[in-house]
């Protein structure tokens, strides 16, 4: 069954630690996109990549890191430099660019 | 700047077809429109899409007005798991930062028993 698997979907962790979410998709999709959705608000991009191997930050990429080894992985690091790190985070993938995306069901991150 | 305007809530009746409307005024000659639907704490999920003509899929029928500056999401049957935010979303499908997906408020959804 094809689509985006996001783990885990809770994940708590202590302040000053990283934390690795992971993004995995088996649609055969070039690009892929992390956002962050916090309560009440819109989608914030995080990073996306175009294609395997190269990646670009979004709009609010400070304190996050990723990267692009295989096609279908597009993990992302919540390093301890990320001010405020508790909200719901949200992988997603499209054929192209600017194609439809699908979304994966979210991590929802707390730390304490 | 808001491209689209929706209204914040609607209900519906199970088994009767929703329809969501969406203006967009000021909709440029290749954007086109798209309808994605968030469940309460699970990611979005993509409905449709479409630019001048109406369009038809599994999920749902979206049919755009012939000036474009409107557009309307029909779900023919509505059940109980559609209860969900709507977002209608223009966008075109090339250049600037067209790749991000930018939600407004969207329209909540309720059906009903």
């Known amino acids: 069954d094809g689509g985006i698997t996001q783990s885990p979907k809770y994940l708590f962790r202590k302040e000053g630690q990283n934390v690795t979410l992971s993004c995995e998709q088996n649609?055969?999709?070039?690009?892929m996109y992390w956002y962050r959705q916090d309560p009440g608000q819109g989608l914030r991009l995080i990073y996306y990549s175009q294609i395997v191997n190269d990646f670009q930050k979004g709009d609010i990429a400070e304190g996050y890191s990723v990267s692009r080894e295989k096609k279908e992985s597009f993990p992302l690091t919540v390093t301890s430099a990320q001010k405020n790190p508790t909200a719901f985070y949200l992988c997603a993938s499209s054929r192209g660019l600017y194609t439809e995306a699908f979304f994966g069901q979210g991590t929802r991150l707390t730390v304490v | 700047d808001a491209k689209t305007t929706q209204p914040p809530s609607m209900d519906c009746a199970e088994g009767r077809a929703a329809n969501l409307p969406c203006n967009h005024s000021?909709?440029?000659?290749?954007?086109?429109v798209y309808w994605y639907r968030q469940i309460h704490s699970q990611g979005p999920q993509y409905i449709i899409h479409g630019l001048k003509n109406n369009e038809t899929n599994e999920m749902a029928s979206l049919i755009i007005t012939e000036d474009r500056k409107s557009s309307t999401l029909i779900l023919p049957h509505a059940t109980l798991r559609d209860t969900a935010v709507y977002y209608c979303i223009v966008r075109a499908q090339s250049g600037g930062s067209n790749y991000k997906l930018t939600f407004g408020k969207g329209t909540l959804l309720t059906v009903n028993p």
């Open positions: 000021t909709i440029s000659g290749n954007e086109y």
């Open positions: 649609l055969n999709h070039d690009a």
